[in-house]
């Protein structure tokens, strides 16, 4: 090794010896605490016109400790992936048990199936967290059936309801009646038959016109299935029918 190139390295290794002493004057920033953020939507199933209590807990999983007191973005959506509108901004209070428990709430009534998820966006000494999607779905609004109090076997009578939120007219099985027959002290299943849809104010009215063969006293339920906006949704039974 020739004079200059140890000259080289001697310069190199005074130059970082004296990078490391001005590092040690500043050392270097403590990483940021991991978080979590849970999400639980109760009831996840509402009536029409229900609510629902989202609640959301966020942790520091470095400490093990809970955080309040920081604002959390609550967001909606039409699915688990989105898209996401922003609902609100929510925090604990100070000087209450929320706050040391790290729970945020909000009440929701959405209309229709909804996502929420809530969102952190972290401070200088915790991580940013997003909480897994959950999800609210409302029942439709479905009258009581209305029937005749009396009709005679093999006679065609109406049978009728009313739901919420309105659907396109001329449709079926949107809404099906079940029959059911009182028998040795039980109401026992017997029959379901769809109805039509109609335009009625702000309502839609169902109508099955039908007929019930054998004599005895009946009742019947509305039952509007399940689809991608609303849950499955019964009514209460009708009056008895006495068929004769």
Do not use: E
């Not at 017997?190 to 335009?199: D, I, V, Y």
């Amino acid at each position: 090794m020739d004079k200059r190139t140890r000259k080289r390295m001697k310069l190199a290794t005074t130059a970082a010896v004296a990078l490391l002493a001005v590092l040690a004057l500043f050392p270097a920033a403590a990483a940021a605490d991991t978080t979590t953020l849970t999400l639980i939507a109760a009831p996840n199933v509402i009536p029409y016109n229900g609510s629902s209590v989202l609640t959301g807990t966020l942790m520091n999983t470095t400490t093990i400790t809970a955080v309040g007191g920081v604002p959390i973005l609550v967001q909606g959506g039409p699915s688990a992936a989105g898209p996401w509108r922003d609902i609100a901004v929510i925090t604990t209070l100070d000087g209450v048990p929320a706050y040391y428990t790290g729970t945020y709430t909000l009440v929701v009534a959405p209309r229709n199936k909804t996502f929420y998820r809530m969102r952190f966006f972290g401070t200088t000494g915790l991580d940013a967290a997003d909480s897994a999607a959950a999800s609210v779905t409302p029942k439709v609004y479905l009258s009581q059936p209305k029937v005749p109090a009396r009709v005679r076997h093999g006679q065609r009578f109406w049978v009728l309801c009313y739901l919420q939120p309105k659907h396109s007219a001329g449709l079926k099985h949107v809404v099906r009646f079940r029959f059911y027959r009182y028998t040795y002290g039980v109401w026992k299943y017997r029959f379901s038959r769809s109805g039509k849809t109609f335009n009625y104010l702000n309502f839609t009215k169902i109508v099955l016109r039908t007929s019930i063969k054998r004599t005895g006293q009946w009742k019947v339920l509305a039952i509007a299935p399940a689809d991608a906006l609303h849950a499955t949704t019964t009514s209460r039974p009708s009056r008895v029918i006495r068929v004769r």
